[in-house]
């Protein structure tokens, strides 16, 4: 923008020589020279000139590292914010967001606890503490894109890799909230110095025979599940039919023993008077044909068949 200020203020004055009336009127040669090299001499400046002015936008630290001296701007920084202007020979500015930034890793591959291979695929959410960037660039002496790309990348996959060697194949997939949350906590302890970690997804596959093995086993595992419902069910219907025979069977005692009691109570009812009683409450009126008396003989004379 500099450059572009010094060109147009050449420009300008140039053309003010340019249209400046002389008396008395120069020749056409002496009337173009003075302008002409005013605008030569402002493109050489423009061309060599040092200087530039940016603008550190809003939500980001400006940090204006010096090139020079013994530490090559290890020890001088400043922080700097809205418009700045800097010498680039002896001078380079640095932005640094302070929001929330995501980033996607490409496939890296982590060996779980027992020695198998999974595959996983990072995805994250990261900000810098804005009050240690510049002991960051201190230590790493790199903008943003390239501590994204190196040093925390090595951070993050270490920390998948150094988590993931404490699980088994099949926990980290049956309790992969608890998986990644732990990756987290351990990526914040080795990063969380510049850098504050968070959302972050492992997006973690297994090899394919692997998966079938992990699929066989929860499919097992179902089925045992199933197979001890049916025996709780297949418990619970036995105790309700024992229940039920039970029930019967008291009934059926209890009515046994009312019956046993009804009949011994008729047998003490059952006196000799009260049996001639009930033999007369019976009688038709009509005596047998025959009688005969205690001991004595009779002869019944049978009809002839023929």
Request: aromatic letters at 10%; hydrophobic letters at 45%; a positive charge.
């Amino acid at each position: 923008m500099i450059s572009i200020i010094i060109i147009a203020t050449g420009v300008l004055i140039a053309l003010g020589r340019l249209l400046k009336p002389a008396v008395p009127r120069p020749s056409f040669a002496k009337r173009f020279t003075m302008p002409f090299l005013i605008i030569a001499a402002s493109l050489l400046i423009a061309l060599v000139n040092p200087f530039v002015i940016e603008r550190v936008d809003a939500g980001h630290v400006g940090i204006k590292v010096n090139l020079t001296g013994d530490n090559r701007g290890v020890s001088k920084f400043e922080y700097k914010t809205g418009w700045v202007v800097y010498n680039t020979w002896i001078s380079k500015l640095y932005e640094f967001p302070t929001y929330q930034q995501h980033i996607d890793y490409p496939e890296q591959n982590v060996i779980t606890k027992g020695g198998f291979s999974a595959t996983i695929t990072p995805s994250f959410n990261y900000s810098l503490n804005p009050g240690s960037i510049g002991e960051m660039f201190q230590n790493l002496r790199l903008s943003v894109k390239d501590v994204e790309q190196g040093w925390l990348k090595n951070a993050i996959v270490s920390s998948v890799n150094d988590v993931a060697n404490l699980y088994e194949v099949d926990a980290v997939f049956n309790h992969r909230a608890e998986f990644e949350q732990a990756i987290i906590t351990e990526c914040n302890k080795r990063v969380g110095r510049w850098f504050a970690i968070s959302q972050l997804r492992s997006n973690i596959q297994p090899p394919q025979a692997l998966q079938d093995a992990i699929e066989k086993k929860t499919k097992a595992i179902q089925e045992v599940q199933v197979a001890e419902n049916q025996k709780m069910v297949a418990i619970a219907e036995a105790e309700r039919k024992i229940a039920v025979a039970r029930g019967d069977s008291a009934s059926a005692v209890i009515q046994a023993a009312g019956e046993a009691e009804a009949i011994r109570r008729k047998q003490l009812s059952l006196t000799p008077t009260y049996i001639e009683f009930i033999k007369a409450q019976k009688w038709n009126g009509e005596y047998p044909t025959t009688l005969a008396g205690g001991g004595a003989n009779f002869l019944m004379q049978l009809p002839s068949t023929k």
